[in-house]
């Protein structure tokens, strides 16, 4: 069973910048695309942003696209998400999560493994 932690969160000003890793335990990470969603309070989970395995292939929401970049390396287990250019509205939990079927998506049924997330907190 893979476990997934999250780290990197806090609480910044409109227009700075954090950086969220996700490090992988007790699965070969290699084998999955990873992604990266968000839940706001009050909204559904929705997508952020995921990879391939081999980071070959990225994909991300039309409202993170230029701002937000994934990134992993299997070396260290870990998938990163670089948030840029932060809005008010990008105020959520964001959670990572394992996809076995490679296919970096937006659907979230297609990711088997989660981690707990990690609060962002964007002031205007």
């Known amino acids: 069973q893979v476990q997934l932690v999250e780290s990197g969160g806090g609480l910044v000003q409109a227009g700075g910048s954090l950086r969220l890793s996700c490090a992988a335990s007790?699965?070969?990470?290699?084998?999955?695309?990873m992604g990266w969603f968000r839940q706001a309070p009050g909204k559904e989970r929705e997508f952020v942003a995921a990879?391939?395995?081999?980071?070959?292939?990225?994909n991300y929401a039309e409202s993170v696209k230029n701002r937000f970049t994934i990134s992993r390396d299997n070396a260290k287990n870990t998938v990163y998400l670089q948030l840029d250019s932060l809005k008010p509205e990008d105020t959520a939990v964001y959670y990572c999560?394992?996809?076995?079927?490679?296919?970096?998506?937006?659907?979230?049924?297609?990711?088997?493994?989660w981690g707990r997330g990690t609060q962002v907190t964007v002031s205007s």
């Open positions: 007790g699965g070969t990470f290699s084998n999955y695309a």
């Open positions: 999560a394992t996809d076995p079927y490679g296919s970096s998506g937006s659907a979230s049924y297609l990711y088997n493994y």
């Open positions: 990879i391939t395995w081999r980071g070959g292939t990225t």
